[in-house]
């Protein structure tokens, strides 16, 4: 019971690590659409609306 409790620790930690590691690594740019992002939402918005796609859900 005890090597186990000791590798789920070991686990635990090494998703601590990987986390800690993806925060350090992650910026506010990730999150941010580009101007042409921005056109294709437009784009896309503008054909749905004239019924030349349609929604999936």
């Known amino acids: 019971m005890e ?3 000791k590798q789920i620790l070991k686990e635990l930690k090494g998703i601590r690590n ?3 590691y993806l ?3 992650l ?3 990730d999150a ?3 101007d042409d992002d ?3 939402i437009r784009e896309a ?3 749905l609306k004239a019924g ?3 929604r999936l859900i």
């Open 3 to 5: 090597t186990e409790s």
């Open 45 to 47: 918005e503008k054909d």
């Open 32 to 34: 941010l659409l580009t």
């Open 38 to 40: 921005l056109e294709s």
């Open 18 to 20: 990987d986390i800690e």
């Open 27 to 29: 910026t506010v740019a």
């Open 52 to 54: 030349k796609t349609k």
């Open 23 to 25: 925060k350090g690594h």
